[in-house]
């Protein structure tokens, strides 16, 4: 950026209105990382900019799930919030947003906003009635009462809540159903857990770098993910690590806008990156180009896994499999080898295959045996937990006294409660997350008769809406708290109106950087809305009051209070800290030993080293070695990939009139020749159809996609039909089970075909 032109922007970004259209603008471009972060906060640090003195200034945090978990100035005045930015004080955040964070003021004051409790007389046939707090909290009270009363014990109450808030205090839902007694819990995560557990076996736990060392880079990689839309603020370090003489390389099915910037890509056939990934280590192997000195002495079951790639695997073999040209794949496996140090961003959706974990295990090994992992600038680059040392205080309740629950695999019926005379070790009864309508429709002694639902909208993001329909009609009571009428809100009986990030009081850090945020409670919160800890203490209430002992969760609370009671001393000393209250001064980084994941070498596998031959694979039903998983057969001519669009995180942001005026309708690309063939056009209206469903949309034509593939950017438009969960199945990703409780699920091994409407 030229003088003249960083003065000019720096006038735009002293003035706030100005400022917030210009900010959103370089949002919406993907150009926010091409302002130096340096202008960013010079521009908008308090002591230069007098505007601030009008306002009272808020700390809070963005707790959707997402790479960049953002730190947010608000600004308010006479109670109503003005506008907000990016912290500067974050270097990772670095006083920006993407477009979904600065559409937020919208999400609070939206008309849409769910206002008051509410019951549904049909459901799913709109007609709502209001409610008070006390008539809702008494009929949900009622309720649970009835399935003690009939089944001896509460395993037919079940909890699904996952992702839609990362707020620690929102853990208290998972507190409230403890508190109750012992419950149905759907486990796993739909996210990430194919690749957790391959890289806790190959390395003993998932930890990343540090994404602000990929400065320090020589070559990077970006693998199946695109983080020009869903990381913007880690691209300024990819561009740095380039401006300083780094190649960057992304792989991905898709051309994504990631892609463009890079300086090469290949456009890898879907679901065979662990053959690119082997391929290119068996070419390093036959060049000797491996880190002895890392394989030797930090390593178990290297030459095992020499042995395999010489007797299973080619360059040209690997070549077939992918798409990519054997002699690209030694290209970029020689670049890689010799740049020092190198690193691979892998991304969550190529592992979300049915050989998603064999393909992170494959992508681990190539970063190992070239000596990468332990190096600042280098590293398998996937997420960590680091950072998540809290209290968990909401959700640490102890169940009531005489709960039972499942023991030893089996449900324990309420006459049998006296079984080991109180010694009993009694537990909740797990079920698949990934497979909720199949799960609900299966499960018998005692049948699920009650679903909570928290923090999601599985008809918009679970597989098989008509399956998960005729899972919800068996159920006798949905309840679902939340802040807008989703597709899950017009399946429930009573909907709970839920708070925002800005009317309550969390903490919240992150699974890809390393900042810890506070997040203050900046306006009152609107219309009859409560937080999740709230809503539990007020259950607990009706609960005692009808039946004395059947509730532990304390009944009355400050948010926050509960919020400080998250910090220890762990968290303080991790983040240089001598109080909680430090954190309403900026945001504040883990103090970090090195920046580098591994750096001493000590891993956490069974043999404390990295194992390129995990036998702890192998006793969870896997191949010990990372060796090549064939991919799910199609069932279908063209297969149909779902990822998410810049406009919307889930089904969360594209429900807001703001982002309609950029996104107005769904869309499925297709490429021309495949277009052709069906006698389709630009811009016609299609059905994409399989034997779960189908979807009506417009079509449009691009060769970013390779002609065998369809793409739906996935996201609940409020005013249409469209979900893409029509046309999914929920085959299972290959691991998850391990770490999660659950496998993963194959979101993008689907197939479907598609013709004119």
Same mark, same amino acid.
């Given at each position: 950026?030229?003088?003249?032109?960083?003065?000019?922007?720096?006038?735009?970004?002293?003035?706030?209105?100005?400022?917030?259209?210009?900010?959103?603008?370089?949002?919406?471009?993907?150009?926010?990382?091409?302002?130096?972060?340096?202008?960013?906060?010079?521009?908008?640090?308090?002591?230069?900019?007098?505007?601030?003195?009008?306002?009272?200034?808020?700390?809070?945090?963005?707790?959707?799930?997402?790479?960049?978990?953002?730190?947010?100035?608000?600004?308010?005045?006479?109670?109503?919030?003005?506008?907000?930015?990016?912290?500067?004080?974050?270097?990772?955040?670095?006083?920006?947003?993407?477009?979904?964070?600065?559409?937020?003021?919208?999400?609070?004051?939206?008309?849409?906003?769910?206002?008051?409790?509410? &019951?549904?007389?049909?459901?799913?046939?709109?007609?709502?009635?209001?409610?008070?707090?006390?008539?809702?909290?008494?009929?949900?009270?009622?309720?649970?009462?009835?399935?003690?009363?009939?089944?001896?014990?509460?395993?037919?109450?079940?909890?699904?809540?996952?992702?839609?808030?990362?707020?620690?205090?929102?853990?208290?839902?998972?507190?409230?159903?403890?508190?109750?007694?012992?419950?149905?819990?759907?486990?796993?995560?739909?996210?990430?857990?194919?690749?957790?557990?391959?890289?806790?076996?190959?390395?003993?736990? &998932?930890?990343?770098?540090?994404?602000?060392?990929?400065?320090?880079?020589?070559?990077?990689?970006?693998?199946?993910?695109?983080?020009?839309?869903?990381?913007?603020?880690?691209?300024?370090?990819?561009?740095?690590?380039?401006?300083?003489?780094?190649?960057?390389?992304?792989?991905?099915?898709?051309?994504?806008?990631?892609?463009?910037?890079?300086?090469?890509?290949?456009?890898?056939?879907?679901?065979?990156?662990?053959?690119?990934?082997?391929?290119?280590?068996?070419?390093?192997?036959?060049?000797?180009?491996?880190?002895?000195?890392?394989?030797?002495?930090?390593?178990?079951?290297?030459?095992?896994?020499?042995?395999?790639?010489?007797?299973?695997?080619?360059?040209?073999?690997?070549?077939?499999?992918?798409?990519?040209?054997?002699?690209?794949?030694?290209?970029?496996?020689?670049?890689?080898?010799?740049?020092?140090?190198?690193?691979?961003?892998?991304?969550?959706?190529?592992?979300?295959?049915?050989?998603?974990?064999?393909?992170?295990?494959?992508?681990?090994?190539?970063?190992?045996?070239?000596?990468?992992?332990?190096?600042?600038?280098?590293?398998?680059?996937?997420?960590?937990?680091?950072?998540?040392?809290?209290?968990?205080?909401?959700?640490?309740?102890?169940?009531?006294?005489?709960?039972?629950?499942? &023991?030893?695999?089996?449900?324990?019926?309420?006459?049998?409660?006296?079984?080991?005379?109180?010694?009993?070790?009694?537990?909740?009864?797990?079920?698949?997350?990934?497979?909720?309508?199949?799960?609900?429709?299966?499960?018998?002694?005692?049948?699920?008769?009650?679903?909570?639902?928290?923090?999601?909208?599985?008809?918009?993001?679970?597989?098989?809406?008509?399956?998960?329909?005729?899972?919800?009609?068996?159920?006798? &009571?949905?309840?679902?708290?939340?802040?807008?009428?989703?597709?899950?809100?017009?399946?429930?009986?009573?909907?709970?109106?839920?708070?925002?990030?800005?009317?309550?009081?969390?903490?919240?850090?992150?699974?890809?950087?390393?900042?810890?945020?506070?997040?203050?409670?900046?306006?009152?919160?609107?219309?009859?809305?409560?937080?999740?800890?709230?809503?539990?203490?007020?259950?607990?209430?009706?609960?005692?009051?009808?039946?004395?002992?059947?509730?532990?969760?304390?009944?009355?609370?400050?948010?926050?209070?509960?919020?400080?009671?998250?910090?220890?001393?762990?968290?303080?000393?991790?983040?240089?800290?001598?109080?909680?209250?430090?954190?309403?001064?900026?945001?504040?980084?883990?103090?970090?030993?090195?920046?580098?994941?591994?750096?001493?070498?000590?891993?956490?596998?069974?043999?404390?080293?990295?194992?390129?031959?995990?036998?702890?694979?192998?006793?969870?039903?896997?191949?010990?070695?990372?060796?090549?998983?064939?991919?799910?057969?199609?069932?279908?001519?063209?297969?149909?990939?779902?990822?998410?669009?810049?406009?919307?995180?889930?089904?969360?942001?594209?429900?807001?009139?703001?982002?309609?005026?950029?996104?107005?309708?769904?869309?499925?690309?297709?490429?021309?020749?495949?277009?052709?063939?069906?006698?389709?056009?630009?811009?016609?209206?299609?059905?994409?159809?399989?034997?779960?469903?189908?979807?009506?949309?417009?079509?449009?034509?691009?060769?970013?996609?390779?002609?065998?593939?369809?793409?739906?950017?996935?996201?609940?438009?409020?005013?249409?039909?469209?979900?893409?969960?029509?046309?999914?199945?929920?085959?299972?990703?290959?691991?998850?089970?391990?770490?999660?409780?659950?496998?993963?699920?194959?979101?993008?091994?689907?197939?479907?075909?598609?013709?004119?409407?």
């Amino acid at each position: 950026m030229n003088d003249s032109c960083q003065g000019m922007v720096e006038k735009v970004l002293r003035n706030p209105l100005s400022r917030r259209k210009f900010l959103k603008t370089l949002a919406l471009s993907g150009a926010m990382a091409m302002v130096p972060g340096s202008l960013l906060q010079a521009a908008t640090a308090g002591k230069d900019i007098s505007y601030e003195d009008a306002f009272e200034i808020f700390r809070n945090a963005c707790p959707r799930n997402c790479y960049d978990t953002c730190s947010i100035k608000t600004f308010v005045k006479d109670g109503v919030i003005q506008f907000i930015e990016g912290a500067s004080e974050s270097t990772f955040t670095d006083g920006g947003l993407c477009v979904k964070g600065f559409s937020y003021p919208r999400r609070v004051y939206s008309p849409d906003r769910i206002k008051y409790p509410m &019951m549904q007389v049909g459901r799913g046939s709109g007609n709502w009635k209001r409610l008070s707090w006390d008539e809702a909290i008494d009929r949900i009270a009622e309720k649970i009462l009835e399935i003690n009363e009939k089944d001896g014990n509460l395993l037919g109450l079940a909890l699904d809540k996952y992702s839609g808030n990362f707020g620690i205090t929102h853990y208290g839902v998972e507190g409230m159903m403890s508190s109750l007694g012992y419950t149905t819990r759907f486990v796993g995560t739909p996210c990430w857990p194919a690749g957790i557990d391959a890289q806790n076996f190959d390395m003993g736990e &998932m930890w990343c770098n540090d994404p602000e060392d990929m400065v320090e880079s020589k070559y990077i990689i970006v693998w199946g993910a695109n983080p020009a839309w869903c990381s913007v603020h880690s691209m300024k370090y990819i561009f740095e690590a380039k401006k300083r003489g780094a190649k960057i390389v992304v792989i991905d099915p898709v051309m994504t806008q990631t892609a463009a910037k890079a300086d090469m890509y290949l456009q890898v056939d879907t679901a065979t990156d662990g053959a690119l990934a082997l391929g290119m280590a068996r070419h390093l192997l036959d060049q000797g180009m491996i880190d002895r000195e890392f394989v030797n002495n930090h390593s178990l079951g290297f030459e095992e896994f020499s042995q395999y790639l010489k007797k299973n695997v080619t360059v040209t073999w690997a070549a077939k499999e992918t798409g990519i040209p054997a002699q690209v794949i030694k290209q970029i496996a020689e670049e890689f080898a010799q740049a020092d140090p190198a690193t691979i961003w892998i991304g969550y959706g190529m592992q979300r295959h049915v050989n998603g974990g064999a393909m992170v295990r494959a992508i681990d090994a190539l970063v190992a045996m070239t000596g990468n992992v332990g190096k600042v600038g280098g590293g398998a680059r996937y997420g960590h937990l680091r950072t998540w040392g809290f209290n968990y205080n909401a959700m640490v309740n102890a169940a009531p006294e005489g709960a039972v629950g499942m &023991m030893d695999g089996a449900a324990i019926k309420g006459d049998f409660h006296f079984i080991g005379e109180g010694n009993a070790k009694f537990t909740d009864r797990p079920l698949n997350m990934n497979q909720l309508g199949r799960e609900i429709l299966q499960t018998q002694d005692p049948k699920i008769r009650m679903l909570w639902l928290a923090c999601r909208n599985p008809f918009s993001q679970d597989p098989d809406t008509a399956l998960l329909k005729k899972a919800f009609d068996t159920l006798e &009571m949905v309840v679902v708290v939340d802040q807008f009428f989703t597709k899950s809100v017009e399946q429930a009986d009573i909907v709970l109106p839920h708070t925002t990030l800005f009317e309550e009081n969390t903490v919240n850090v992150g699974y890809w950087h390393y900042w810890l945020s506070l997040n203050e409670q900046a306006i009152k919160p609107m219309y009859e809305s409560r937080s999740d800890v709230q809503i539990a203490a007020m259950l607990s209430k009706r609960m005692n009051e009808r039946q004395p002992g059947s509730c532990t969760f304390p009944t009355e609370l400050d948010t926050r209070k509960w919020m400080e009671k998250e910090f220890n001393k762990g968290i303080y000393d991790l983040f240089g800290l001598n109080s909680w209250k430090d954190l309403r001064n900026g945001p504040a980084k883990a103090k970090l030993v090195s920046s580098a994941a591994w750096h001493d070498f000590k891993f956490k596998t069974p043999s404390g080293k990295y194992e390129f031959k995990s036998e702890l694979a192998a006793q969870n039903g896997h191949k010990a070695l990372p060796e090549f998983k064939q991919k799910r057969a199609a069932t279908g001519p063209l297969r149909l990939l779902t990822p998410h669009s810049k406009f919307s995180l889930h089904s969360q942001f594209q429900n807001l009139d703001f982002m309609e005026d950029f996104n107005p309708e769904p869309i499925v690309y297709l490429h021309p020749t495949t277009a052709k063939t069906r006698d389709i056009e630009e811009g016609v209206q299609v059905r994409v159809f399989n034997q779960r469903g189908q979807v009506e949309l417009m079509a449009r034509l691009t060769d970013n996609v390779p002609p065998d593939v369809l793409l739906m950017y996935e996201a609940w438009f409020k005013n249409s039909d469209f979900n893409v969960q029509n046309l999914l199945d929920d085959e299972s990703a290959d691991m998850g089970s391990f770490k999660t409780g659950a496998p993963g699920i194959a979101t993008h091994d689907q197939f479907a075909n598609i013709q004119k409407a």
